[in-house]
């Protein structure tokens, strides 16, 4: 296994270098016969990945501890679901994953029916192969995933508990695929620019691979929030830790960018703006990897025995440089085909808008983010930025991007008259000031929450009139029942429908944030058995304090009875989990969900005497940011299931020719 493995990752390295090659000289010549042998050097690539992949898959699973990889994340208690997710639990098998991804993407393209025939195919397959050797590189010679020990370890030192988790064994493997697809779109517009290409072309045929790696980020981000808030014990979500900062930002510039290229398909605009975007979206993914794996910077995520930010500085240097001189030499091209704004208040302007606050937004989180670094640099101390900070400027640029949601369906393109701004803004306008007017009467008076939450009310209701007067118009033509034609309508429009239903999870999930922050109460009480703490409308009894081993781990467990508003909610067990081979203990929280808030209970400490320290904590809203998600996941795939390519044909020159 070790040299099946090693010369896999061997092979693969010589592999995509032979690819790049023979596809430039093809690309050079114009003959396709070495672009051909260049595509089959691409599947030959990622064949070599999977099976190293599978190779270590293998030795993990079996437990081949000689193995220092296996040693170091895997032991033989650990479950075989556990076993198998170590692959990315440290820095070759992840690297390894990466790889895997970045060349199942390569062979994709390079071999999709969609594309067959079109010249953009052997530059975009050669872009990828350069990130492909890299990781190669790093694989074969820097962090070897097939490393042996001079001797047969009796067991292994397990894998972190934190990570013994569900969401961790999916929230890696949808990151990665994000921050890889990103790489995707970033090859066309290279390709694209490379060959003087100035219209639209590149952005229609990379619509989807965009969305994808755009949904995979959400759902990387999201399961990441979720692991956090039910394995860390801190009764949160989001903690703006470096690597969480790391993954959100490229998210904010993809969507900025996913909304900017629409105005470029339907009015010639934002050329140079959608290129910088793509090119910022991918910086940010290889500077996440740097941060994840630099050391720089303390985080939870990161791997802290890493030595290869250098490399991953120096290549993400490089490739933003090349990449801004391939813009900067297009630059007169692109301007002059480029239109123009006609009115500030139009559709095009919400776009623009939008896309300055996400922008805005993820400057905000780069700075905060590296500001320690920079600090240490110039003050010689390092500054840590907490999450007041960030939560402060976020705050109303979140409330900022919710309004230009909720505005946008409501504009004209080009230019919207008075007339059509009194129609359309006056019903929805009174409507969320008389739901803000309730708010306050109920007890809702911090103004960030008002505010927030009327903000959301005028985004469910423009989006709400968008599918009523769709499907009104529909029936006046067509006289369907409501169900039938509201179906038509959403299918036959999946992208605009399906964005819809993307930023309607996007007001669910803020929905969950503004009551989570502003109306959180949380207690730290020590009681012995038989004694009780009130919170809210809840009381908490403590009933006995136990303990019980599964396997080599010894769990010690809380009884909670739990009681609202006088009526017995049933009994929640709190633990605190120490792991056999493993120093420090985890946190297993105990959850009374409603849709209305969480009761969250966390066992802190104990006495021998039974007395117990626990930590209890009620998340108003935090449901609504769940079922955000999911609506989010919902709309993208919605917008992207069953999408054409509307009849779109290569429109370059330098066709290859076949030579014999």
Request: glycine share 8%; net charge positive.
């Amino acid at each position: 296994m070790y040299l099946l493995g090693n010369a896999a990752i061997y092979l693969g390295l010589a592999m995509a270098v032979y690819s790049l090659v023979i596809l430039m000289a093809g690309i050079k010549t114009k003959q396709q016969r070495l672009v051909n042998s260049g595509k089959g050097g691409v599947l030959a690539v990622f064949i070599c990945t999977a099976v190293a992949a599978a190779v270590l898959l293998y030795l993990l699973g079996t437990s081949q501890f000689v193995y220092e990889y296996v040693n170091n994340y895997t032991s033989s208690e650990l479950p075989m679901g556990y076993k198998l997710a170590a692959l990315w639990a440290g820095n070759s098998g992840s690297l390894l994953l990466w790889t895997f991804f970045l060349t199942m993407y390569t062979a994709m393209i390079a071999y999709s029916r969609k594309m067959k025939g079109n010249p953009m195919v052997p530059y975009i397959s050669a872009i990828l192969l350069v990130n492909t050797i890299f990781f190669y590189i790093v694989l074969g010679f820097v962090a070897q995933p097939f490393t042996m020990l001079d001797y047969v370890p009796a067991e292994g030192r397990g894998l972190n508990p934190m990570l013994q988790n569900p969401g961790m064994i999916v929230h890696p493997v949808t990151l990665y695929l994000g921050y890889v697809g990103l790489a995707v779109p970033f090859a066309f517009a290279m390709a694209a620019l490379i060959l003087k290409n100035m219209d639209d072309f590149w952005i229609k045929m990379t619509r989807r691979w965009t969305i994808i790696a755009w949904l995979f980020l959400t759902l990387g981000n999201i399961l990441g929030g979720q692991w956090a808030y039910v394995e860390l014990g801190w009764g949160g979500y989001w903690a703006w830790d470096p690597v969480e900062n790391a993954s959100f930002m490229p998210w904010l510039t993809a969507t900025a960018f996913l909304h900017s290229v629409m105005i470029q398909e339907r009015k010639n605009m934002l050329k140079v703006w959608n290129i910088s975007l793509i090119i910022l979206s991918y910086a940010l993914t290889l500077f996440g990897t740097f941060l994840v794996r630099s050391g720089v910077l303390t985080s939870v995520h990161a791997f802290a025995d890493s030595n290869l930010g250098m490399y991953f500085l120096i290549f993400m240097g490089i490739a933003v440089v090349g990449a801004l001189y391939v813009l900067m030499s297009r630059y007169h091209l692109l301007k002059r085909s480029a239109g123009e704004f006609t009115s500030f208040v139009s559709k095009e302007s919400s776009f623009l808008i939008n896309n300055l606050l996400l922008v805005g937004s993820a400057f905000a989180v780069f700075w905060g983010t590296i500001f320690p670094l920079v600090s240490e640099a110039v003050r010689g101390t390092k500054v840590t930025v907490g999450i007041p900070f960030f939560n402060t400027v976020q705050a109303p640029i979140l409330l900022g991007m919710m309004f230009v949601m909720a505005v946008c369906p409501l504009l004209a393109w080009q230019r919207s008259s008075a007339k059509n701004l009194k129609k359309n803004f006056l019903l929805p306008s009174i409507l969320s000031l008389a739901g803000m007017t309730l708010m306050v009467t109920l007890g809702i008076q911090k103004a960030w929450a008002v505010i927030g939450y009327g903000v959301i009310i005028f985004l469910f209701i423009t989006h709400y009139f968008e599918f009523y007067r769709g499907v009104k118009a529909r029936r006046k033509m067509t006289k369907e029942r409501i169900p039938t034609a509201l179906y038509k309508l959403m299918t036959k429009n999946r992208r605009r429908y399906g964005g819809y239903i993307v930023h309607i999870g996007i007001a669910f999930i803020a929905m969950g944030i503004i009551g989570s922050q502003n109306y959180d109460v949380e207690t730290m009480k020590t009681l012995k058995p038989g004694e009780s703490v009130d919170i809210e409308d809840y009381r908490i009894t403590y009933e006995r304090l136990d303990q019980r081993s599964e396997g080599i781990n010894d769990i010690v467990y809380a009884d909670l009875t739990v009681f609202k508003n006088g009526e017995r909610l049933g009994v929640f067990q709190p633990e605190k989990i120490f792991y056999g081979n493993w120093d420090q203990p985890s946190s297993e929280v105990a959850l009374q969900t409603s849709i209305a808030e969480d009761l969250y209970m966390v066992l802190s400490t104990w006495e021998e005497n039974g007395t117990a320290t626990f930590i209890i904590k009620i998340n108003p809203m935090i449901s609504w940011l769940w079922i955000g998600s999911v609506m989010v996941v919902i709309g993208s795939l919605f917008a992207i299931w069953n999408g054409r390519y509307q009849n779109i044909t290569p429109k370059y020159t330098g066709v290859m020719k076949e030579v014999a």
